[in-house]
């Protein structure tokens, strides 16, 4: 312990209730284990479990009366053994003394407390990526009209009018042309809704995009932009657990193929949908 080496880590390291485990088969190949005789075996274990509750973990100060103290044994006995009990300690900057295994323990500490830090920022950051697209196709979409309602004649917005001269619809001409903006057709901005909110929607469960886009394209296929359009403004504003199996069963149900839950069977299905959601989100969590 006569060369002095940087403190490995923050004075203010501590296990806060971590376990300290044990290497069974790295003691027992220890030359240290192997060189102390079988009563005073039980002190080296002790010593490291005195230096793992100390601030800074695994540390232990430079004071033999104190070591004495801290794992119980006489002082007397402690300096008569110093020598075997105290091999492979060495001593650093902060003044304190550190074992290269119990230094490796803290440090495997260390890197999994940080790994499950990441582990947890990251996944505050996708939750709130999901919430703020989910607002967003939503505000998106309370511009329009709400599921089975038709819009006054002449109501206008920046992104459904058939007669805006926005330039958000890349209708624009160029200055000096005299021209006016070609009009979008109803029919087009039904499409623009229906792929920009359906696919967000079902992406932001994971859906690969590929699979989005058939799997909308299908809908509009076998049931017509009406419905699917009323379907998707409707999984907005419901948020569904599975937006797939949401859009195409209320796609059904306004074709007439599938019939209209009662009271009963609603709040079944929402009371499903509130599980399942809950259940996503908790097995999020535990990863």
């Known amino acids: 312990m006569s060369n002095v080496r940087p403190a490995p880590y923050p004075a203010d390291t501590r296990a806060k209730g971590w376990r300290f485990e044990l290497d069974l088969e790295q003691i027992d190949q220890s030359d240290t284990w192997a060189l102390t005789s079988p009563d005073l075996r039980p002190w080296l274990l002790m010593l490291w479990a005195s230096a793992w509750r100390q601030t800074p973990c695994g540390s232990l100060p430079d004071d033999d009366a104190l070591i004495a103290v801290r794992i119980g044994m006489k002082p007397a006995t402690f300096t008569k053994h110093r020598a075997t009990l105290m091999r492979g300690w060495w001593k650093a900057d902060d003044g304190r003394l550190y074992h290269d295994t119990v230094f490796k323990r803290v440090t495997e500490m260390l890197a999994a407390r940080d790994k499950e830090r990441n582990r947890k920022a990251e996944y505050r950051k996708k ?12 505000a998106g979409l309370s511009q329009g009209t709400e599921p089975g309602q038709a819009r006054d004649s002449g109501e206008t917005d920046n992104t459904r009018t058939s007669t805006s001269t926005s330039t958000s619809t890349n209708t624009s001409v160029p200055d000096g042309t005299g021209g006016a903006p ?34 909308i394209g299908k809908l509009c296929k076998d049931y017509g932009d009406a419905i699917v359009l009323e379907a998707v403004r409707a999984a907005a504003v419901t948020q569904p657990a599975d937006v797939a199996e949401y859009l195409k069963a209320t796609c059904q149900r306004l074709k007439g193929e599938r019939k209209a839950p009662n009271k009963q069977e609603a709040l079944e299905a929402n009371n499903r949908a509130v599980a399942d959601r809950l259940a996503v989100e908790l097995a999020g969590a535990e990863q």
């Open 182 to 215: 070609p009009a979008v057709s109803q029919a087009q901005l039904t499409k623009m809704e229906i792929w920009h909110a359906g696919k967000a929607m079902l992406e932001a469960q994971k859906m690969p995009k590929a699979q989005c886009g058939s799997f």
């Open 127 to 138: 939750k709130e990526a999901e919430e703020a697209e989910r607002a967003r196709v939503i």
